[in-house]
């Protein structure tokens, strides 16, 4: 099968998969490019039947096929996709944010499946299932050795129907069975919302699935009722979405008929102007939006829309650099693609998007905008904004780094583990804003840990390596070999002490972990508000009208910034 899949990764098929992506852009060209698409679908056609009588092995046609699609949209760009039949669902629930379910999620274990986090209000969690609950059995079909992607199918389903689990509870001996009643799942593209310290509102959007702007709009007039000062508008880790509900969250804090994005395509159909249509909520209230390296599309749409008319305050980190919009089609056998068809320019003007897709490297990399080609752009009241680099944040708060230690102890599960036993030997705990680890409970921890596999790299371990193997090529090790042991040596038992070391930074992790376990996700950020720098920075900015006022009135001079030197 691999030498299969190098087959199918050659231009020749890549190019007809170009050309079978749909009516649409066939008949762009239809006139210019009839000989083409003909000769190539013929070869297309006898090379695949070739294949299928020819090869030595045995081909799977449907395999063979997906595997050179995926090979051939990959040259394109990563949003251009092949969705098949058996992916129709899970692409719907992206799109809606809905499915049919029982409203948890599940993670890998090991061999074993386990309840990784259960929604508030739907089956699993009114039936009182609990994180770290393992699934033994589905609807009789033992679950362990199964994958997470298989269990969670099985899960879902049209509302209404039932789902018998078998379940295992860490510190109790007797399984338990237990029968859900499916219903249509919402996950909220608003987790939460609330009032922050100098009577300063809060609204944390996850996504920009269908009737997002409703929930946000909902926040935004619930705030307004308790008579909040201003408002933080958190789009940090939001990857994006349905491009109508960003232009309607820009709609709540401008004027109508604003002009909030337009798109620009091949197909004229692709040329559009999306302006506010409804009457906003609030066009003077102040905002500070807060975005980072995982917010993009959407996200970028909304904070570089209300950055470009000097609406809001944008502060974090320099956000992702997707410029691109994609559109939908229907496919035979109830499949669907994913096309790139238009960029997308907020109203200065500019792009944002930071990933030059149509100049690739030799080895088929994608560089980023070169520094050459980066345009100066002007918002609204004269300040200077860029395109190509994405949206760089007016008020920039460096990055909170997560140490190897705090990543490895997180994907070993020790922190879920530790959590769901602390949630045994705990049945209740302090509002979400007042829990703290104690000493003694971290204490704990560390003894949980003590036995457990959680070994990890550290970036300067790796250094060491290739240190080591370019000196040794070099012919130099000889020479250095003590010292480089000794060195070596020193940093392994340094490490040891990590847990110690790190402690404020695993413990906070360990803080969250054990929240969402009594007050789910809504507590999860709630507690996680109280020390946050980006949030703290965005309420110190607008409680000071005089600051927040120069941010956005600041037309002086700014030197062209490049690439890489902007917070990577």
């Keep these: 099968m691999d030498k299969l899949k190098q087959i199918v990764k050659t231009p020749l098929l890549r190019l007809l998969v170009v050309i079978m992506m749909g009516g649409g852009m066939l008949c762009y060209s239809y006139t210019d490019n009839y000989f083409e698409v003909s000769k190539n679908l013929d070869i297309f056609g006898t090379l695949f039947k070739q294949l299928n009588t020819s090869y030595v092995d045995e081909v799977k046609p449907g395999e063979l096929m997906k595997t050179g699609i995926d090979a051939m949209l990959e040259s394109l760009d990563p949003y251009t996709n092949y969705i098949p039949e058996e992916d129709i669902e899970d692409f719907r629930t992206m799109t809606t944010g809905q499915y049919g379910g029982v409203g948890a999620t599940v993670r890998q274990k090991g061999d074993q499946v386990v309840i990784s986090e259960p929604y508030k209000g739907f089956p699993a969690q009114k039936k009182d299932l609990r994180a770290g609950d393992i699934i033994v059995e589905v609807n009789g079909v033992p679950a362990k050795g199964k994958k997470m992607d298989d269990i969670s199918r099985i899960l879902k389903g049209q509302a209404g129907t039932p789902v018998k689990l078998t379940l295992e509870r860490p510190g109790e001996k007797k399984q338990f069975e237990v029968t859900l009643i499916r219903e249509e799942i919402k996950v909220k593209s608003v987790p939460y919302f ?160 930071a990933l030059d897709y149509t100049h690739r490297k030799n080895d088929g990399t994608v560089g980023k905008v070169p520094d050459s080609l980066i345009t100066a752009y002007k918002t609204k009241a004269g300040r200077t904004v860029w395109d190509g680099l994405g949206i760089i944040p007016d008020v920039k708060v460096p990055d909170v780094k997560i140490h190897g230690v705090s990543i490895s102890l997180s994907n070993k599960s020790l922190i879920f583990d530790f959590a769901t036993q602390y949630r045994i030997d705990h049945p209740t705990i302090a509002p979400a804003r007042e829990f703290h680890l104690t000493d003694k409970d971290y204490e704990n921890f560390i003894a949980f840990s003590k036995d457990k596999d959680y070994t990890y790299s550290t970036k300067s371990e790796k250094a060491m390596d290739d240190f080591k193997k370019y000196a040794e090529k070099e012919k130099y090790f000889g020479d250095v070999e003590q010292e480089f042991e000794s060195l070596k040596k020193k940093m392994a038992d340094r490490k040891k002490d990590d847990l110690v070391t790190f402690k404020t930074e695993i413990k906070k992790l360990l803080e969250e972990e054990i929240i969402t376990r009594y007050y789910f996700a809504e507590g999860r950020i709630e507690a996680s508000l109280v020390d946050d720098p980006d949030v703290l920075e965005a309420v110190k900015i607008l409680g000071d009208s005089k600051r927040y006022k120069e941010i956005l009135s600041d037309t002086g001079k700014k030197d062209k910034p490049k690439q890489d030197d902007i917070d990577e």
């Design 194 to 353: 609330g009032v922050l310290a100098n009577n300063t509102g809060y609204i944390k959007l996850n996504s920009f699935t269908e009737q997002a702007a409703e929930e946000v709009q909902a926040a935004l007039v619930d705030l307004k009722k308790k008579n909040v000062s201003a408002v933080v508008f958190d789009l940090r880790g939001n990857p994006g979405g349905l491009l109508r509900e960003a232009v309607n969250i820009v709609n709540m804090f401008v004027d109508r008929g604003q002009l909030v994005v337009s798109t620009k395509g091949k197909v004229k159909e692709w040329d559009r102007q999306h302006k506010a249509e409804a009457l906003p909520v609030d066009v003077s209230i102040p905002v500070a939006v807060l975005i980072d390296r995982g917010s993009a599309s959407a996200s970028e749409i909304v904070s570089g829309a209300l950055q470009d008319l000097d609406r809001a305050v944008i502060v974090g980190q320099r956000s992702y650099g997707k410029g691109l919009v994609q559109q939908t089609f229907p496919l035979t056998y109830n499949s669907q693609m994913k096309v790139t068809v238009a960029k997308y320019y907020i109203p200065s003007g500019r792009c944002i998007q």
